[in-house]
């Protein structure tokens, strides 16, 4: 069983990616981080604190809040037509009476990785804001870190944000650059193969049909959620009734990376010209002048083997 730290912008999909975890047999979750994106980072405690007593998994996991704005200070959360005005698509969830650690975010990340003793796998599915401040606390951290794995970023398909650049790594471009030259042992998720794995309605019809009563809670809310997903989706890119599995196909990947083929690549992110901030620099020469270890780029995915293990986890 692999045991790890997710670091979260509670919005729709990494709602799903957190609940997948939670159901996991193969997954255990030692706590959570939060950072501003899909909404503010104090929203996505709320939302996760809600999300672990939704699962019903039986006991208490930490949820720390982390950052509100970039390393550069600035903040901007997604449109609410994306996630809605509470990150998780409307969707009014039954209130935890847990309540968040207090604790620096980065402190959290720090303490975890020196308690498991090279054990802990981290998960992203936001900025890497948190990350980029505990690599401040703790330089070291990569070597005690099992590995990374980040949703985020693009390589030979467009961005969503701009043309260069994905969400999760322009939203802190200089936060993102200091993670990927840190030497982690990286496996970066990005819109090459998220944007090629689909959830449709039928899907979600189908899982109604068949999940056990102790699902149906976490069904039901899946459903509703991307209901509102769906509309962006259909406003946004002219899809019908289907939507891409950015995060929780991250988490898929976390849990069993032979669902992908990886690329090795040396790569920053240009974070100082405004035009193109959050694009991915790659140095591909035999003699490369990024001295930082590869990172494992995921560019082909068993996507219907993916959405299938990820709605199996709620049958």
Same mark, same amino acid.
Do not use: W
């Given at each position: 069983?692999?045991?790890?730290?997710?670091?979260?912008?509670?919005?729709?999909?990494?709602?799903?990616?957190?609940?997948?975890?939670?159901?996991?047999?193969?997954?255990?979750?030692?706590?959570?981080?939060?950072?501003?994106?899909?909404?503010?980072?104090?929203?996505?405690?709320?939302?996760?604190?809600?999300?672990?007593?939704?699962?019903?998994?039986?006991?208490?996991?930490?949820?720390?809040?982390?950052?509100?704005?970039?390393?550069?200070?600035?903040?901007?959360?997604?449109?609410?037509?994306?996630?809605?005005?509470? &990150?998780?698509? =409307?969707?009014?969830?039954?209130?935890?009476?847990?309540?968040?650690?207090?604790?620096?975010?980065?402190?959290?990340?720090?303490?975890?990785?020196?308690? %498991?003793g090279g054990e802990l796998v981290i998960?992203?599915?936001?900025?890497?804001t948190n990350l980029a401040r505990a690599?401040?606390?703790?330089?070291?951290?990569?070597?005690?870190?099992?590995?990374?794995?980040?949703?985020?970023?693009?390589?030979?398909?467009?961005?969503?944000? *701009?043309?260069?650049?994905?969400? =999760?790594?322009?939203?802190?471009?200089?936060? !993102? =650059?200091?993670?990927?030259?840190?030497?982690?042992?990286?496996?970066?998720?990005?819109?090459?193969?998220?944007?090629?794995?689909?959830?449709?309605?039928?899907?979600?019809?189908?899982?109604?049909?068949?999940?056990?009563?102790?699902?149906?809670?976490?069904?039901?809310?899946?459903?509703?959620?991307?209901?509102?997903?769906?509309?962006?989706?259909?406003?946004? !890119? &002219?899809?019908?009734?289907?939507?891409?599995?950015?995060?929780?196909?991250?988490?898929?990947?976390?849990?069993?990376?032979? %669902?992908?083929?990886?690329?090795?690549?040396?790569?920053?992110?240009?974070?100082?010209?405004?035009?193109?901030?959050?694009?991915?620099?790659?140095?591909?020469?035999?003699?490369?002048?990024?001295?930082?270890?590869?990172?494992?780029?995921?560019?082909?995915?068993? *996507?219907?083997?993916?959405?299938?293990?990820?709605?199996?986890?709620?049958?």
């Open positions: 069983m692999q045991r790890i730290l997710i670091d979260a912008d509670t919005g729709i999909d990494d709602s799903i990616a957190i609940l997948y975890a939670l159901k996991s047999k193969k997954l255990l979750v030692e706590g959570i981080t939060t950072c501003f994106g899909n909404s503010g980072a104090a929203q996505s405690a709320d939302n996760c604190l809600r999300l672990i007593k939704l699962s019903g998994c039986g006991r208490e996991i930490p949820v720390v809040i982390g950052s509100e704005c970039s390393l550069e200070g600035e903040y901007a959360s997604a449109p609410a037509h994306i996630h809605g005005k509470n &990150g998780i698509g =409307n969707v009014v969830l039954p209130k935890s009476g847990q309540k968040p650690l207090q604790e620096d975010a980065a402190d959290f990340i720090v303490r975890k990785a020196n308690e %498991l998960v992203t599915t936001g900025r890497l690599l401040e606390k703790d330089p070291k951290l990569p070597r005690k870190v099992k590995k990374l794995v980040t949703m985020g970023g693009c390589l030979q398909v467009p961005g969503n944000v *701009s043309p260069f650049a994905e969400a =999760n790594i322009a939203g802190d471009a200089k936060a !993102a =650059n200091q993670v990927f030259r840190a030497g982690f042992h990286m496996f970066l998720v990005g819109l090459d193969v998220t944007t090629k794995t689909f959830i449709t309605k039928q899907d979600l019809e189908n899982l109604e049909m068949y999940c056990t009563e102790e699902s149906r809670p976490c069904v039901e809310y899946i459903k509703k959620a991307l209901d509102f997903y769906f509309e962006f989706h259909r406003q946004s !890119a &002219g899809m019908l009734c289907r939507c891409v599995v950015h995060d929780p196909l991250a988490m898929l990947i976390a849990e069993d990376g032979t %669902l992908g083929e990886f690329a090795m690549i040396r790569a920053g992110v240009e974070y100082q010209v405004p035009a193109y901030r959050g694009m991915i620099v790659t140095d591909h020469r035999f003699d490369s002048e990024m001295e930082q270890d590869e990172i494992a780029a995921c560019i082909r995915v068993d *996507s219907d083997q993916a959405v299938r293990r990820l709605l199996f986890a709620f049958q």
